[in-house]
């Protein structure tokens, strides 16, 4: 089974701050990870993946992940934050091997709030 | 932005009425998925398809069905529709292959059913 975490609902962060957005996954074999963004009315938009080779991946609008096997993680960094960031953020893992379909598994989300 | 549309965006609806929610893509991908979300955020997968005349029941038990008579278009519809079925309904797709594996998800469907 896959397995993914938010652990924090909501991170608040002034802007121009650094903005950390955590996730921890479990999976059976090896993981793909996504990072999405949802805007409020709004689907969900990719972000930025990780599949295989460098554990640090730069996706879009100035956003970064670094995953760590070791820790099972894949916490999303933006170096400055800005109030147009202010988002709901979603984490999603499958497993490359045993999971049928391409089925991603979605973690609760993380509310940012970034305050000018 | 993906290519991936859903109608109608907005919807209220009274109990028992039968209700489609459409969704296309133009991109050819072969995988098409319907995720409901709750109020409080959380995203749960209730059917996918593989391809045409492929359908799957997701994650999360679900009274609505879908069908897959066209690539491009994956309709999910209730048959009578009830309170407990207010949601937002998230469409998405993906082509198979490891580089083109990302799920892309079409603007939302959001649906009050009184």
């Known amino acids: 089974a896959q397995s993914v975490a938010q652990p924090e609902d909501q991170v608040n962060v002034a802007e121009g701050n650094p903005l950390t957005v955590k996730c921890t996954y479990s999976v059976s074999g090896n993981p793909y990870l996504f990072w999405y963004v949802q805007y409020p009315n709004r689907g969900l938009q990719f972000l930025l993946k990780y599949i295989t080779g460098d554990n640090l991946v730069k996706g879009s609008y100035g956003f970064e992940a670094e995953f760590n096997k070791s820790q099972t993680s894949f916490h999303l960094k933006k170096p400055s934050a800005l109030v147009s960031d202010s988002a709901l953020y979603f984490c999603a893992v499958r497993d490359l091997i045993k999971a049928a379909g391409n089925k991603l598994t979605f973690g609760g989300g993380t509310r940012v709030l970034v305050k000018p | 932005e993906a290519d991936i549309y859903q109608t109608p965006r907005y919807l209220v609806i009274g109990t028992g009425k039968k209700i489609t929610l459409e969704c296309s893509q133009t991109m050819g991908h072969d995988k098409m998925y319907w995720y409901q979300q709750d109020p409080g955020m959380e995203l749960h997968l209730i059917h996918y398809s593989y391809g045409v005349n492929s359908t799957e029941k997701g994650d999360l038990s679900s009274e609505s069905t879908v069908s897959r008579i066209r690539t491009e278009h994956f309709p999910l519809t209730l048959e009578s529709a009830r309170p407990s079925h207010t949601s937002q309904y998230l469409c998405?797709?993906?082509?198979?292959?490891?580089?083109?594996?990302?799920?892309?998800f079409g603007p939302g469907t959001r649906l009050t059913v009184l």
């Open positions: 998405a797709s993906s082509a198979t292959g490891r580089s083109t594996d990302t799920q892309y």
